[in-house]
Structures are given as structure tokens and as C-alpha cells.
């Protein structure tokens, strides 16, 4: 049976060091210029959902770099470094670094994916209560809205809302490190709490499974639970091609 421990930052593989950089860098922006020129990079480099006036292709890419916040990053950051500095060890940089970049796209797909079928429904729901389909647009890309005599407010603002929240944070990537983690080390000790010894298989299975429970009975949550899934479910299917081929390791 294994243990793992990770090693200090001055051995950390060259892309597991830089990302911690390129994070630190990007959250460090992210403040002097809310401070300085309040600007708030959030509102121009986090992902947005298509459709919305506020939504770039590169969104896909710069959302991985921007955080809501210390706590963020700092969980984000130190499960990259416990359990990338490992995989990049073996996979090398090249692959870690098309490992990362997919898990954290495909984790933004899935999250849109999931709002798009969330939006229909709203719509839906709008539409039935006698908006038309020109009132929402307009809604959306004027940023206000006006509610019609007998109806509710909550439905057209939730509707709204998933155009303007920005969607950040490199978690989508991470977790797809936790899943590849599992399977490459599944006997692994991992110390819950530093503490509480666990298998890194049953951590992964135990936490995917929490990220769908919370995915589907908290809709309204400022936690893209879906995003964690999708890094989960993209980092599966790319190992399991690498396998396929052989080229795994």
C-alpha cells in the first residue's frame, strides 16, 4: 500500500510551478485593478454564457486563471500542487498540460450544457406566462427587464441571471487531476483533514458522487457543481483513450 505525500514547491514539475504562477499573477491582477482603474477583470475574463453580450471564445481559456477569491484559489492551487506535482512526474509536461487544458474545457462545457437546458425550461416558462421571444432578447442584452402585471419576478430574473453570472476558477481542471489521480494510484492513502486516512479511489467515487448530489438538488448554488463533473467525466474518457492506445504512461 502507498502513501502519499507531496513534495515542496522547489521540485515541483515546470508546469505544476507555473500554473501556481500564472493563478497567483492572475489573482493579483484581479485586485490592483478593481483598485486602481476599477476594472473588474472578472466581467471580462470569466466564462459567460453564450448568447450573452458580455460572452468571448476566450472566456473558455481566461476562466480557468480568474478565482472569486482567496479561499478559491487556495484550494484550487493546493490540490493542483498536491496532486499535479505527481501526475506531471509521470506523464510529463506535454501531456499534463493537454490533460489540464481539456479537463478544464470540457468541465465548461458540461456547466454550459447544463445552464442551456436550464434556460429552456425558464424560457419556457416565461414564454407561457406572455413574454415573447423578442422581450427576452432585449432583456438580455439591455441588462434590465420589466415585469408583466400578474407575473413572477423570481423566474425572468433567475433567467437573466445565468447570462450575467460569470463562471471562474480552475476547479473544472482540478478535479480532473483528483479523478486521474484516483485511477492511476488507486491505493493511495489520502488523509482527509490530515488526519482521517482514505484510499484515493473511494475519495474520488466518494466526492464525485457528492458534486452530482449537490449538482441536482441545488440548482441555485453559486457552485458550478456540473463543472466539477465535466472535468471528472473529461479526464475519464481521455485516460481511458490514452489506454486504449497505449500510450498511458
Same mark, same amino acid.
Given at each position: 500500500?502507498?502513501?502519499?505525500?507531496?513534495?515542496? $514547491?522547489?521540485?515541483? =514539475?515546470?508546469?505544476?510551478?507555473?500554473?501556481?504562477?500564472?493563478?497567483?499573477?492572475?489573482?493579483?491582477?484581479?485586485? *490592483? $485593478?478593481?483598485?486602481?482603474?476599477?476594472?473588474?477583470?472578472?466581467?471580462?475574463?470569466?466564462?459567460?454564457?453564450?448568447?450573452?453580450? !458580455?460572452?468571448?471564445?476566450?472566456?473558455?481559456?481566461?476562466?480557468?486563471?480568474?478565482?472569486?477569491?482567496?479561499?478559491?484559489? $487556495?484550494?484550487?492551487?493546493?490540490?493542483?500542487?498536491?496532486?499535479?506535482?505527481?501526475?506531471?512526474?509521470?506523464?510529463? =509536461?506535454?501531456? @499534463?498540460?493537454?490533460?489540464?487544458?481539456?479537463?478544464?474545457?470540457?468541465?465548461?462545457?458540461?456547466?454550459?450544457?447544463?445552464?442551456?437546458?436550464?434556460?429552456?425550461?425558464? !424560457?419556457?416558462?416565461?414564454?407561457?406566462?406572455?413574454? *415573447?421571444? *423578442?422581450?427576452?432578447?432585449?432583456?438580455?442584452?439591455?441588462?434590465?427587464?420589466?415585469?408583466? =402585471?400578474?407575473?413572477?419576478?423570481?423566474?425572468?430574473?433567475?433567467?437573466?441571471?445565468?447570462?450575467?453570472?460569470?463562471?471562474?476558477?480552475?476547479?473544472?481542471?482540478?478535479?480532473?487531476?483528483?479523478?486521474?489521480?484516483?485511477?492511476? @494510484? =488507486?491505493?493511495?492513502?489520502?488523509?482527509?483533514?490530515?488526519?482521517?486516512?482514505?484510499?484515493?479511489?473511494?475519495?474520488?467515487?466518494?466526492?464525485?458522487?457528492?458534486?452530482?448530489?449537490?449538482?441536482?438538488?441545488?440548482?441555485?448554488?453559486?457552485?458550478?457543481?456540473?463543472?466539477?463533473?465535466?472535468?471528472?467525466? @473529461?479526464? @475519464?474518457?481521455?485516460?481511458?483513450?490514452?489506454?486504449?492506445?497505449?500510450?498511458?504512461?
Amino acid at each position: 500500500m502507498q502513501q502519499f505525500r507531496p513534495g515542496g $514547491f522547489s521540485i515541483l =514539475p515546470p508546469v505544476v510551478k507555473n500554473l501556481l504562477i500564472i493563478n497567483g499573477l492572475f489573482f493579483l491582477a484581479m485586485i *490592483s $485593478f478593481e483598485a486602481a482603474f476599477r476594472i473588474n477583470l472578472i466581467q471580462q475574463l470569466g466564462l459567460f454564457m453564450p448568447g450573452s453580450p !458580455k460572452f468571448e471564445p476566450y472566456q473558455f481559456i481566461t476562466h480557468m486563471f480568474m478565482h472569486g477569491g482567496f479561499s478559491h484559489l $487556495f484550494f484550487n492551487m493546493f490540490a493542483l500542487w498536491m496532486f499535479g506535482n505527481v501526475l506531471e512526474n509521470v506523464w510529463g =509536461p506535454k501531456r @499534463f498540460l493537454t490533460y489540464y487544458l481539456i479537463t478544464g474545457f470540457g468541465a465548461a462545457i458540461l456547466h454550459l450544457g447544463v445552464s442551456f437546458v436550464e434556460i429552456q425550461m425558464l !424560457k419556457s416558462e416565461l414564454l407561457a406566462a406572455g413574454y *415573447s421571444a *423578442s422581450d427576452l432578447r432585449q432583456f438580455i442584452n439591455s441588462g434590465s427587464y420589466q415585469v408583466l =402585471p400578474g407575473t413572477s419576478e423570481s423566474a425572468l430574473t433567475e433567467y437573466l441571471v445565468r447570462y450575467f453570472i460569470p463562471t471562474v476558477g480552475a476547479s473544472g481542471a482540478v478535479f480532473g487531476i483528483l479523478l486521474a489521480f484516483g485511477m492511476l @494510484f =488507486p491505493n493511495s492513502m489520502i488523509y482527509l483533514f490530515f488526519a482521517i486516512p482514505i484510499k484515493a479511489k473511494y475519495f474520488v467515487m466518494m466526492y464525485g458522487a457528492l458534486e452530482l448530489f449537490f449538482g441536482i438538488t441545488r440548482t441555485g448554488s453559486n457552485i458550478a457543481h456540473f463543472a466539477h463533473l465535466g472535468g471528472m467525466i @473529461f479526464g @475519464f474518457l481521455l485516460i481511458r483513450y490514452w489506454k486504449s492506445k497505449g500510450r498511458l504512461y
